[in-house]
């Protein structure tokens, strides 16, 4: 067929199984955003307030639903607008293809009304990325580039297309996307070597990251671990891989992980690494991580094996596949006695309330859980909020529990949990917020409202800037410096202001009060809970610190 570059995009992207874009247009994104029109019927536009709120939404969307997401922007600041949620995406392996437009070749290179190189910017923080001046070159860039981002380690391709290419006329033959990269290959002698020391260990623990849900290595994570009698602790990345209430799990490791976890951590004869990196938020001190502990780790990227944490033995491997290999290699295992010992360590792991105030975070948590169902979605900025999101959060599911590991963006949230929305309309989505990260992306409030999404945004609101100011208070004598930015925000009138509904909380009462009336609304809505100053995150390891140095509350 007869098309020119704009419509090729829209081709492209119907070949690959994309239904949803988010983004903003501009001048030179023109053309794309009239092809768009042309395919409203086959490919929803979102318009978001914000160009990096497009890049989390499509973030969030890909998370949720496990396909590659989409985000649009025009030249010059509306493409640098998109790195923050680029970088974000690229830290924690998202499959994310962003389409920018760029002023007319003819113009590249003179300092254009905003011409800017993003493709050459954005070169630390994609797997790839596409200059396009040439109309013939386009249909392979986006076949690719949507290869890439799904193949191995997952992760951002960008495609830069001058606005003069989205004009062109170009003969175009729907074809099948390119089948995405083959799993690397290991050796059995490797495997059988994995399987001995597993069967050896006498106190053997999993170390699982955000490989295993990347790999949908869930169910034979499980398998494992029930086979040989391992107890698992997870990252971040990976709450959801192993259910809340299985007796083996020691819950999330690292800075404010688990007493139980780090513990294990440090006491165990063996750690299987699966799908981590040994980042510094859990092994704080790379020398003293699990020092009495022979290590294994398994990961599809080569780079990250031995690049924190020196190993034992470190293979490349798909974590699914290599876990459906070892498992008929295992013996069955018990390990009664360390499961008791590693387990009754939760036990020391209680509610910590270091706050003043009539309502505090675990109960917050505590009643959400309560009032909805295992399938909801919950999405968090980053701070304090998002590590008791991840400590009191009772997790089910992978792809339920959306959050900004690697790069700790704050202003994720609000876009992801459009994107969480739009991509599982079925479900409900929770956004966990603080108030310092939502002023970063309150923005987006409207995007929710345009769209008439049911996201629930429950705001911790201490009026500080909460880790820092723990931090502050810890390790800097109480010096506060720019965390108490005094503000006066009246987050139920702008919630109004938007088309939302808000909603104010002091105590435990009023939260589930207003929280079952927020169940019941068809749009936003808001929830502002105050909560004190002095409302810690516990435990905490201090950077470089160990296991020794852990502080309880």
């Known amino acids: ?74 030249s010059g600041p509306g493409a ?44 630390p923080i994609t797997k790839h990325q596409y200059f396009v001046n040439r109309i013939e070159d386009l249909e392979d860039a986006l076949y690719n580039a949507f290869r890439i981002a799904a193949s191995d380690r997952k992760g951002p391709v960008l495609v830069d297309i001058t606005k003069d290419v989205t004009a062109a006329m170009t003969n175009f033959k729907p074809r099948k996307p390119m089948p995405i990269n083959p799993l690397p290959a290991f050796s059995k002698e490797n495997l059988k070597r994995v399987a001995d020391m597993i069967n050896a260990s006498q106190k053997p623990v999993i170390y699982c990251g955000g490989g295993v849900a990347a790999s949908n290595a869930g169910d034979e994570l499980l398998q494992l671990m029930d086979k040989a009698g391992i107890p698992a602790a997870h990252t971040l990345m990976s709450a959801g891989v192993i259910g809340y209430d299985n ?11 688990t007493i139980a976890a780090n513990k294990a951590f440090d006491r165990a004869d063996l750690m299987i690494a699966l799908g981590t990196r040994f980042s510094d938020r859990v092994a704080l001190n790379p020398e003293k991580f699990g020092k009495r502990a022979q ?19 470190g293979i490349t491997a798909d974590i699914k596949d ?52 295992k399938e909801t979605i919950y999405v968090t900025d ?41 991509g599982r309309p079925e479900a409900r989505v929770i956004h966990f917020t603080g108030d310092g990260s939502f002023h970063m992306n309150l923005n987006e409030g409207v995007t929710a409202v345009s769209e008439n999404l049911p996201i629930i945004t429950i705001i911790m609101n201490n009026q500080v800037l909460g880790m820092v100011y723990q931090w502050q208070n810890i ?6 410096s720019a965390t108490d930015p005094h503000r006066k925000t009246n987050f139920v009138k702008i919630a109004e202001g938007f088309g939302a509904k808000g909603f104010t909380a002091e105590t ?46």
């Open 322 to 373: 290599f876990l459906t290999e070892l498992l008929p290699l295992i013996k069955k295992n018990g390990h009664e006695e360390w499961l008791d010992l590693a387990t009754g360590w939760k036990k020391t792991t209680g509610d910590v309330k270091s706050g003043d105030a009539e309502l505090h975070p675990s109960e917050i948590i505590g009643s959400v859980c309560d009032m909805t169902d």
């Open 295 to 313: 290590k294994i780790q398994i990961d599809i990227d080569t780079s990250e094996l031995n690049k924190n944490v020196v190993v034992d033995i």
């Open 1 to 74: 067929m007869r098309v020119n570059g704009s419509q090729l995009v829209m081709e492209v992207l119907l070949q690959h199984g994309v239904d949803t874009i988010f983004g903003y247009p501009g001048g030179a994104a023109l053309n794309l955003y009239d092809a768009l029109y042309e395919y409203s019927d086959r490919i929803r536009s979102v318009t978001t307030a914000h160009e990096q709120g497009a890049s989390h939404a499509a973030d969030g969307y890909a998370r949720a639903t496990g396909k590659t997401g989409v985000c649009f922007a025009t």
């Open 247 to 257: 007796p083996k799990n020691l819950g999330m490791a690292g800075m404010h992980g």
């Open 382 to 422: 980053v701070g304090q909020h998002q590590m008791w999101a991840a400590q009191y959060l009772k997790h089910e599911h992978t792809r339920q529990f959306l959050t900004s590991g690697g790069l700790g963006t704050m202003g994720y949230g609000y876009g992801a949990a459009i994107g969480a929305q739009i």
């Open 508 to 553: 435990p009462a009023e939260f589930e009060e207003v929280f079952a009336k927020a169940l019941k609304e068809k749009g936003p809505v808001w929830i502002d809970c105050h909560i004190a100053k002095s409302e810690y995150v516990y435990p905490m390891i201090p950077g470089g610190g160990t296991i020794e140095d852990m502080i309880i509350g």
């Open 80 to 123: 640098t607008n998109l790195v923050t949620g680029i970088a974000t995406a690229f830290m924690d392996s998202v499959p994310l293809v962003a389409i920018t437009a760029n002023v007319p070749d003819s113009l590249i290179g003179r300092d254009a009304f905003q011409e800017v190189s993003i493709s050459n910017i954005v070169i």
């Open 475 to 480: 390790f800097y004598e109480s010096r506060y």
